[in-house]
């Protein structure tokens, strides 16, 4: 003969764990933990709503970002406002370092090397 579980006993549906009161209510056979973490399923509303709630600090840091690379780059920023080179187009586009590093290797600033390899590639595709 067979051991038999105790009829308020059960294994949980989420983990498999067994739990010796059997939960019934809205989350019948999970264990405390399983019962407790559950959640309802995130709508599309709810994942807007967190996206629009961190909009603002998601663009800040970046923009703290850009501004600190902008900042580091400005000083030593010797050929800032002349004609680009053909050497540092190619610095900029086929590069593998970080465009603070290209900026301090060419003497530009960050967002000189940024805005001259949006340009140098619209053009390419522009034809
Ligand atoms: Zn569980």
Redesign the pocket.
Known sequence: MTKRRRPDAGV?R??G?EFRVYNTGPMPG??R??KSRWRPPRTYADRRAGYRANRLARVMAVRKCIDRAQAATTPKAARRGLPWTPAEDAAVLGSDLRDVETALLVGRTYQAVVARRHTLRKHASTG
């Open positions: 949980c989420e983990c764990v999970r264990c933990p399983c």
